[in-house]
Each structure stands twice: as C-alpha cells, then as structure tokens.
C-alpha cells in the first residue's frame, strides 16, 4: 500500500464537487490576529495539484 500522508509544510489536497482538485497551504501567521494564513490553489486534475 502507498504513503497517503503528506510531509510537513506540504499543505492538503482534496478533490471538490465540481471535479477540480484543492491545494490549501499555510503562507505564515497573520501578526495582528494570530491565525494562521491559508492560501488555495486550483488544478484539473491530483498530478497538477501534486
């Protein structure tokens, strides 16, 4: 069986309703509230999302 998990810093990837695939990433801390900065990319298909 495959390593489904990722590394460290490598963000998640899902696939979403309309077929495209979502790669969210962690891009630093927000100093002002403390929450983290999360930024979303897009792809047509897991192997462009990878």
């Known amino acids: 069986m495959a390593n489904t998990k990722r590394g460290h810093n ?3 990837i899902r696939q979403r309703k309309d ?3 979502e790669v ?3 891009a630093g801390t ?3 509230t403390g929450k983290s900065k ?3 990319y897009y792809a047509e298909t897991k192997a462009e999302a990878v």
């Open 30 to 32: 927000d100093f002002e």
């Open 38 to 40: 999360r930024i979303s």
């Open 10 to 12: 490598e963000g998640s």
């Open 19 to 21: 077929g495209r695939w």
């Open 24 to 26: 969210r990433v962690t």
